[in-house]
């Protein structure tokens, strides 16, 4: 049996092109397919009442929380600052109880983006709402115009971890983020960091590193950049366990 990896789905209130302007509950394809393609089989759960999050948790052997909106300030007890970009509160409470759930058991969880973002949220850690609200230079964080599917920054890993094993101590990767890690969560070590030390990978303490995320878009990656689909393959190797 491959093991079920479940991706918390985003929800448009508005999907105009699709849906004539009803709501509409989505993931991106890349997620799907990185998962596939990463040896898991992918199932997207909508986002439901709070109460159910823990019932999913129960039911598949591992948990994806993907890119999207900024996490609501106020769940690390700020108010939202003018650069402040578009936030969900209902996905938010939901995958906080997700991250909570998972947490009680031995599943793994993976945080891409936005995802690694409320991983950090959820154990405690606090964001940067902005990177220009950061008093040192940030190198280009949000890198559009270049393509979604093109690397732009280079990160530094730690050695030693699943990732460097992959990617070796230095790699190019992708940056569509304006937010960031600002206080790391204390069950959190950073395994990689771009080259102005932004946060760019997180692991958790325990024996197994079973909650982990990068801030980057390895799943826009893997298909040029077979190394890109080791947080997929660790999550699925770990769900598998
Ligand atoms: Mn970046």
């Known amino acids: 049996m491959k093991p079920l990896i479940a991706i918390i789905a985003n929800q448009y209130d508005f999907a105009?092109?699709?849906?004539?302007?009803?709501?509409?509950?989505?993931?991106?394809?890349?997620?799907?397919?990185?998962?596939?393609?990463?040896g898991g089989t992918p199932v997207i759960l909508p986002l439901v009442d709070r109460e159910d999050a823990s019932k999913y948790v129960e039911q598949f052997d591992g948990f994806l929380l993907t890119g999207g909106q900024g996490a609501s300030p106020f769940l690390y007890g700020e108010e939202p600052q003018p650069l402040m970009g578009q936030t969900s509160l209902r996905r938010d409470?939901?995958?906080?109880?997700?991250?909570?759930?998972?947490r009680a058991t031995e599943k793994p969880i993976l945080g891409v983006c936005r995802g690694m973002q409320m991983l950090n949220v959820g154990l405690g850690g606090t964001l940067w709402q902005d990177l220009a609200y950061r008093k040192e230079p940030v190198i280009k964080h949000m890198q559009v115009p270049t393509p979604d599917t093109q690397a732009s920054h280079y990160v530094d890993?730690?050695?030693?971890?699943?990732?460097s094993a992959a990617l070796g101590k230095t790699h190019l990767v992708n940056s569509l983020h304006t937010q960031a890690l600002k206080d790391v969560a204390d069950d959190f070590t950073v395994i990689a960091r771009a080259h102005d030390d932004v946060v760019e990978a997180?692991?958790?303490?325990?024996?197994?590193?079973?909650?982990?995320?990068?801030?980057?878009?390895?799943?826009m990656l893997?298909?040029?950049?077979?190394?890109?689909?080791?947080?997929?393959?660790?999550?699925?190797?770990?769900?598998g366990e």
Not at 93 to 102: G, K, S
Not at 202 to 219: M, T
Not at 223 to 237: C, G, I, S, W, Y
């Open 202 to 219: 997180v692991q958790s303490n325990d024996a197994r590193h079973r909650i982990f995320g990068v801030q980057w878009h390895p799943e």
């Open 16 to 38: 105009e092109k699709v849906f004539h302007n009803h709501p509409a509950t989505y993931v991106p394809q890349f997620y799907i397919d990185a998962v596939y393609a990463a």
């Open 157 to 163: 890993l730690t050695e030693g971890t699943y990732l």
């Open 93 to 102: 409470e939901f995958e906080l109880d997700i991250i909570q759930a998972v």
């Open 222 to 239: 893997y298909t040029e950049d077979q190394a890109q689909l080791a947080p997929f393959k660790h999550l699925v190797a770990l769900a």
